[in-house]
């Protein structure tokens, strides 16, 4: 005797949201049934175990059905097949295209290619995020990269308005797309202390100020890739370590603004020539791919190692940065204030994001 | 050339990708109707086309456009090889046929193809000009209103219920073996859909035909279903009462706006073919007023020997009285008699019952004499219990046997009589006007010759007594039916059950059945049709004249009695009852004799008095048989029936006494067939009725006395029924008042109890109980005998003599109560629960279960089937625990034996909210619905038809303040409609802005009850009526059977809320699914599955929107704001 068949279909369809999550998380039934009985449904209602698994598998259906029109949101909204409330299907979008930062800090900045997703059970053992998740995640990531990368206007309107998502997710998709599309390294070990949040942020810096789109908004992958003209001019910075008059220049300017307002004051006047020859040789590279994807371990080793071995505080190197980057107005010689301001507006801004004490 | 169809295709969504090459899809759409078809441009390279086609114009008959359904199929262009289709809509017009349905079909509608389910919508607007037909020879029934709804729609009255109507066409079936043909392609099943779609568009037009014959402008109570007779065809029937329904309105401005032509009081009936009817009345009248006829004679014919009486000679008595029966029309109309020859050609007579065998149903005769002596042996213990309510079910219990009488005489001489009168109805209608006069007369025969009503719940007075239960099942062997025109024999098998319903009635001493229903079970060439109903006296005021025979109605029964208790009161002769049965003066106004028990098939009237809450009760039952071939199948089949009805009910009867309740209603009784075995299911939702007694308690004997440990276990047995007794008293707030007569204590007790519990405790007003005390001091006679009845003493007894007795109250004490906070029930409204929230979840929920042990007894199969409901009930419960506290309401237990080893559950039902805090509010809510909005109507009802029953005045006030909202609404509405016609253009663009433009789909309610709480159902826009076919040959890649069918329902849904939508709707109500055929061979990867749904579309407003023109005027804002947002 066993049940051949079993459905339970209602007119507005009934979605458990923890068995959702469970869903979402990669549970199979079984695991799942197990998960609930443990989370106590039971005692809530009088009901036993096949009871739960009956329900399990209905709602596990239903997901699957649901799956395709979660993978494009927008038919969701004016499906016919489901009926489900806004505020429940809010509910599901925003479920589906949740990540586990965990998961995504293992794939940031790699190749959303079919290599990458051979590598997912690796990534499922060392995570502890179950392969299915594993899966669901990476294949959301490709999917946004994939219809973004065909839109005109801006990176993160465009994912909010494509799959219907809040602000703050449409934001941390824009920056798996970005990372994704300049391959930044992030996987490096230097790069471990760095949480996915940091990595947004600088996404964010880096799309507003430096992308295509922050000069013109309407054109194709202008959130997407760096604005290819201003990555030339940033050669033109060489000037302030290469001219030894200039570099003295600035290095005694921004000294006697920092002169005991500080402790770390002398590491700073020692230490003034190096990084600044570390930033600006970050900023001349740039024009290269491969030294863009190397952009935050460059950061890392040329500026953040250095400061965190000489104990700097994150107000000494706000207060450096400051005025590092202030400073060079004031030098005469110097005729690229513009490139200079977008440039190091981007550099300090990261810099205060990953600089963790 | 009566009408002018117009359709336009404006445009697709998500389409499917037929190209793989370049992942799009070049779609175009083909628009047929009838034989006409047109096509639109192709939409190149493209998933969501805007092909915005022009108005393609059909212009047809309007007998075409009630039958067929307008067909659009959406296609693929392909340059080199045939265009593939991508998927079909049929959309079924005969909403926009009648001016107070819908004006316009307007919407997204889910593309569907039979093998992928959706893919993709497509956007259609569809209208119809109709030309007023002046032709009174029309052979189309446009503008007759369909409800499924089984009572009178909310914000109509009923002017005048004709009565019944019945119909069925049949067509061979274009796949009658799926499994062979399975490989072909969709095409077979597709013709199939288009068939169904045909059939039952043509049957609902020759139902309407007839009843503009009646007079009548509405059906109400349609219910459709289809006979998937295998190899010997397809029919689909209909059964339903015809009605002249009249809107809500007072100002008679407003009525003339919406329907011109009613004229209340006479046969009201808006259609062109009225004076065609004129004559018919005139004619008819004096002979149904005349001379009383033999039908009156006939209860007490009938009566003295009871029609169930076991013995052979009886079943003959019968089966003459049924003759008579047959005989009457010479007496009593003799101008009718050139039209009913087929009843003089075949008296009851030796001879015919020789005919008779030669039959089809030659299982069912033979075999039911073959049984008879055998079958009532068991029978005998039920007449010691001395319970009235299994006697009169034992009425039908023994129905096998009648109906073998029956078979023999009158039965097959009816069936005889029915062919030729119905060949003479069909020849009649297309020809001449005094044959159309003849031929309707002759309908308002059958009218009366079946006073039967699909009803099941009625306005207050409609239902002046309630028998009990009536009900027939015969067993049949199917033929090939040679000449679809002339369904003769399916026809005759039907008339044959209709008579022995109406004879039971009449042996229970009434002359109508209500809640009446009628459906089969077919394993191969076997089919077993049965019909139960409600045998009861009605209000012969609310009448036509002529539909009811009233001449029986004895003359006490004029005598007005209290509406909370006057159904229940008997309606045979006390002295000359049908049956030994227990009667006792009424509780409630101790001046007429009730029985102790009352089974019923319709809903709960809403005037009774109730104690406590109701529950859903339910007995279940398998037998094993034999497999067998043919007419050796058919007798085993049928020998079984009876025990089966015995067993089901003494069920019934236990867990109505467990559960401390005295009556049942809206009972069903499934029994279905298989190939090696019979499930039968009755569900039915127990009250505590107040005015009928309280019921004993059950009483276990062992049979061998002496054995300690036996009686032990005897003795452990009954405190466990007392102690569950006690408890559902509890669950189910039973505290009938006490009858204080000879313990004050009692008394006292109920007192504080009442203190105690407070106004919840179902206790009937201080006005009421007084004068219970004042009966009881007048008649000290009353009191005794109420008391004896009252105690233990006559507690049902339940003999434990060997291993079945000691399961069956095992199985007996295993149904579980539902947990806290839920409540079930299968009538439109739970008793004892009156503040409903607004929340509704509708679901259908569908469980087979595999039988692998092949030598399973008739035990284990009982056990395996009963927990297979408990379990589906407990999932429920599971699964709509966020809703609580909520009441499933209209659980509809179907059960299939779809093939060997295989059974069936499908339920649908609906879970509604409602506010905990009851308690304070009950007495109070209960006058309120009462006399509020909610059966205002019905009051109006009353009031016109019968002003000078004083008990109807009460509520004038409400009368004067409800109404004028409901005319404001409808003429509102009709008005907003009436009008778009004329601004063509712009509601166009209202409608299409409103399903365009990605703006989230409408939310569509769907409920099986006839209302959506706190609502108010403004306006009824048509009957929905859907079958669909689905098939796959990938059964493991969509997730086996459970992810097919899971799918395929949700599609159903899908298609059901689009076509609503469509038609302006927001709300299903009265929704059923009344077939879910699924057969599968996993092996093959294979599985097709059949579902039929159906019920009425309406559009809804909150009850909250006191203002209903507020809310009008607020839809019209939001129209404006989205015909200037395109």
């Known amino acids: 005797m066993a049940v051949e068949l079993d459905v339970f279909v209602g007119n507005t369809t009934i979605m458990d949201e923890e068995v959702y999550q469970l869903w979402l998380d990669g549970y199979t039934v079984n695991d799942a049934v197990k998960a609930r009985m443990d989370a106590g449904v039971l005692e809530e209602c009088e009901a036993d175990a096949d009871v739960l698994l009956s329900d399990t598998m209905d709602q596990y259906r239903t997901f699957q059905m649901c799956e395709r029109l979660l993978q494009s949101p927008a038919k969701l909204a004016n499906q016919l097949l489901f009926q489900i409330t806004p505020h429940r299907q809010v509910m599901l979008i925003e479920r589906y295209y949740a990540f586990d930062d965990t998961f995504v800090r293992e794939v940031l900045g790699k190749k959303l290619s079919k290599g990458t997703k051979k590598d997912l059970d690796d990534i499922s053992a060392k995570t502890g995020v179950t392969l299915k998740s594993c899966r669901r995640q990476f294949d959301n990531f490709k999917r946004v ?120 004051f002398a590491e700073m006047e020692a230490n003034f020539k190096n990084l600044s020859r570390g930033l600006v040789n970050i900023a001349t590279k740039l024009t290269n791919t491969k030294d863009v994807r190397d952009f935050f371990i460059d950061l890392v080793e040329k500026f953040i190692e250095p400061c965190r071995s000489d104990r700097w505080t994150a107000a000494d190197i706000k207060l450096y940065l400051t005025h590092y980057t202030n400073s060079a107005h004031i030098l005469d010689p110097f005729k690229h204030q513009a490139v200079w301001d977008r440039y190091m507006g981007v550099i300090k801004s990261c810099i205060f994001i990953m600089y963790h004490d | 050339m009566p009408g002018k169809l117009k359709a336009k295709i404006v445009a697709g969504r998500h389409l499917p990708v037929m190209d793989r090459a370049s992942d799009l899809t070049d779609a175009f759409v083909e628009v047929k109707f009838g034989n006409t078809t047109f096509k639109t441009d192709v939409f190149p390279k493209s998933l969501n086309p805007q092909w915005n086609s022009e108005w393609f114009k059909f212009e047809v008959d309007d007998e075409d456009l009630q039958d067929e359904p307008l067909q659009i199929t959406v296609l693929d262009h392909d340059t ?196 065609g009817k004129e004559p018919v009345f005139g004619e008819d009248l004096p002979s149904s007023s005349g001379p009383p006829t033999p039908f009156r004679a ?33 007496t009593e109309e003799p101008q009718s008699g050139r039209r009913r020859p087929g009843i003089f050609l075949c008296p009851s007579s030796p001879v015919l019952s020789a ?53 023999m005489g009158s039965g097959g001489s009816a069936g005889k009589e029915a062919g030729p009168l119905k060949t003479l109805l069909r020849q009649q209608t297309q020809t001449a006007l005094e044959q159309r006069g003849a031929s309707s007369s002759g309908l308002l025969l059958n009218a009366r010759e079946f006073p039967f009503f699909t009803l099941t719940s009625f306005p207050p007075g409609f239902l002046v007594h309630v028998g009990g239960v009536v009900s027939a099942r015969s067993v049949k062997l199917l033929d090939r039916i040679h000449n679809p025109d002339e369904p003769e024999t399916r026809d005759a098998w039907w008339e ?145 029936l009876p025990f089966m009805e015995y067993e089901l009910h003494t069920q019934l009867m236990n867990k109505l006494k ?81 009858l204080f007569a000879l313990d004050p204590e009692v008394f006292c007790g109920t007192n504080m109890e009442l203190t105690e519990e407070g106004v919840g405790s179902p206790i009937p007003e201080p006005r009421h109980r007084s004068r219970l005390f004042r009966s009881h001091s007048e008649s000290s006679d009353e009191v005794s005998e109420l008391d004896l009845s009252h105690g233990k003493k006559d507690a049902f007894v339940l003999e434990i003599d060997d291993t079945d007795a000691v399961e069956d109250i095992h199985s007996l004490l295993t149904d579980a109560s539902p947990p806290a906070g839920f409540h079930s029930c299968n009538t439109e409204t739970m008793p004892g629960i009156y503040n409903w929230t607004t929340a509704v979840q509708m679901f259908t929920s569908v469980r087979v279960l595999r039988l692998s042990n092949a030598n399973l007894s008739n035990q284990s199969l009982n056990k395996i089937f009963t927990d297979l409901c408990e379990n589906l009930l407990k999932s429920f419960y599971f699964k709509l625990r966020s809703m609580v506290p909520c009441c499933l309401c209209h659980l509809n237990f179907n059960v299939a034996v779809p093939e060997e080893e295989l059974i069936q559950v499908s339920v649908t039902a609906v879970a509604m909210t409602f506010d905990k805090d009851q308690t ?93 709480p706190g609502t108010r159902n403004i306006k009824y826009l048509g009957i929905i009526n859907m079958f669909f076919i689905r098939e796959t040959t990938s059964l493991r890649e969509e997730g086996g059977v459970s992810g097919f069918l899971h799918s395929f329902i949700a599609e159903v849904f899908a298609m059901v809320r689009a076509h609503v939508a469509a038609l302006g709707g927001n709300a299903v109500v009265s929704y059923s699914m009344k077939d879910c055929v699924l057969m599968e061979n996993p092996n093959k990867n294979q599985a097709q599955c059949l579902i039929n749904v159906s019920g009425d579309a309406v559009i809804y407003v909150r009850e909250t929107d006191q203002e209903p023109t507020a809310s009008m005027t607020n839809m019209g804002q939001s129209l404006c704001a989205a015909d200037g947002a395109t």
Not at chain 2, 305 to 322: A, G, H, L, M, T
Not at chain 2, 946 to 972: K, L, M, W, Y
């Open chain 1, 145 to 264: 990269f994939k219809v973004v990368e065909e839109l005109k206007g801006p990176l993160v309107e465009n994912i909010r308005q494509h799959f219907l998502l809040s602000d703050k997710l449409a934001r941390d998709y824009a920056a798996i797309v970005f990372f994704a599309n300049n391959r930044f390294e992030t996987g490096k070990k230097k790069l471990q202390y760095l949480t996915f949040q940091d990595f947004a942020l600088c996404a964010g810096q880096l799309i507003n100020n430096w992308t295509v789109g922050a000069v013109d908004n309407m054109v194709e992958d202008m959130d997407v890739d760096l604005d290819k003209e201003f990555l030339q001019e940033l050669k033109e910075l060489k000037i302030l370590i290469a001219d030894k008059d200039l570099l003295d220049q600035h290095k005694s300017l921004v000294c006697t603004a920092l002169r005991g307002k500080t402790k770390a």
């Open chain 2, 80 to 275: 080199y090889s045939a265009n593939d289709a991508i998927g079909k809509v049929y959309i079924d017009i005969d909403p926009l046929l009648c001016t107070e349905a819908a004006s316009v079909i307007s919407g997204w509608f889910p593309i569907y193809d039979t093998i992928h389910g959706i893919r993709g919508e497509i956007n259609v607007l569809v209208k119809v000009e109709l030309f007023n037909d002046l032709n009174r020879f029309r052979q189309s029934s446009c503008g007759v209103k369909f409800f499924c709804t089984t009572s009178i729609p909310r914000g109509y009255r009923a002017a005048m219920v004709h009565g019944f109507l019945e119909e069925l066409v049949v067509n061979e079936d274009p796949e009658y073996q799926w499994i062979d043909r399975i490989r072909t392609p969709r095409a077979s099943n597709e013709a199939r859909q288009r068939l169904i779609s045909l059939m039952s568009g043509e049957l609902q037009r020759k139902i309407g035909l007839k009843v503009l014959e009646m007079g009548g402008n509405a059906v109400v109570g349609y219910l459709q279903c289809f006979d998937l007779e295998g190899e010997s065809g397809l029919v689909v029937r209909a059964i339903g009462t015809a009605c002249t329904l009249e809107k809500l309105t007072s100002g008679s401005l407003a009525s003339a706006h919406t329907h011109p032509n009613t004229a209340p009081a006479s046969n009201a009936c808006n259609s062109p073919s009225k004076d």
């Open chain 2, 298 to 330: 006939l209860p007490t014919s009938s009566s003295s020997p009871p029609p169930f009486s076991p013995c052979k000679p009886c079943s003959r008595q019968s089966s003459s009285s049924d003759t008579d029966l047959s005989l009457t029309p010479k």
């Open chain 2, 355 to 407: 005919d008779s065998l030669s039959l089809p149903g030659l299982g069912s005769a033979g075999c039911g004499h073959g049984s008879g002596p055998r079958a009532t042996s068991p029978a005998l213990p039920s007449f010691t219990y001395s319970d009235s309510a299994l006697l009169r079910k034992s009425v039908s219990f023994t129905e096998d046997l009648l109906l073998a009488a029956s078979g």
């Open chain 2, 496 to 640: 044959e059950i209709r008579q022995e319903i109406k004879s039971h009635a009449k042996a229970l001493g009434c002359h109508a059945v209500v809640g009446y229903s009628e459906n089969t079970s077919i394993c191969e060439e076997v089919c077993i049709l049965s019909a139960s109903g409600t045998a009861a006296i009605l209000n012969h005021r609310y009448m036509r004249e002529g539909c009811l025979d009233i001449g029986s109605t004895d003359q006490r029964f004029e005598d007005p009695s209290p509406p909370s208790c006057g159904f229940c009161h008997i309606p045979y002769d006390e002295l000359n009852m049908p049956f030994p049965a227990q009667l006792t003066y009424c509780y409630n106004c101790r001046r007429q004799k009730v029985p102790d028990v009352l089974f019923t098939t319709i809903d709960l009237p809403a005037e009774a008095a109730v104690t406590g809450k109701g529950c859903l009760i339910q007995a279940r039952l398998c037998r094993l048989k034999k497999k067998a071939q043919g007419e050796v199948n058919a007798t085993v089949i049928s020998n079984l």
């Open chain 2, 658 to 738: 467990l559960r401390s309740m005295n009556a049942l209603f809206g009972l069903h009784i499934q029994i279905s067939v298989g190939e090696n075995m019979l499930l039968g299911l009755a569900s039915a939702t127990g009250v505590y009725l107040t005015a009928l007694p309280a019921p004993g308690g059950i009483q276990i004997a062992g049979k061998t006395t002496g054995d300690m440990s036996n009686e032990q276990h005897i003795l452990t047995i009954q405190k466990r029924i007392n102690d569950t007794i006690a408890r559902n008293k509890e669950l189910y707030q039973i505290n009938p008042p006490k």
């Open chain 2, 920 to 1012: 304070q509010e009950r007495p109070a809510e209960r006058f309120i619905t009462k006399g509020g909005s909610e059966t205002d109507e019905q009051l109006q009802f009353s009031l016109e038809l019968c002003a000078d029953s004083s008990s109807t005045n009460s509520q004038p006030s409400s009368r004067i303040s409800g109404v004028p909202e409901n005319t404001i609404v409808s003429s509102r509405v009709s008005s907003l409609e009436h009008c778009s016609p004329l601004t063509e253009g712009r509601s166009r663009s209202v409608r299409s802005s409103r399903s365009f433009g990605g703006s989230p789909v409408t939310m569509v309610k769907m409920t099986p009850l006839s209302f959506l």
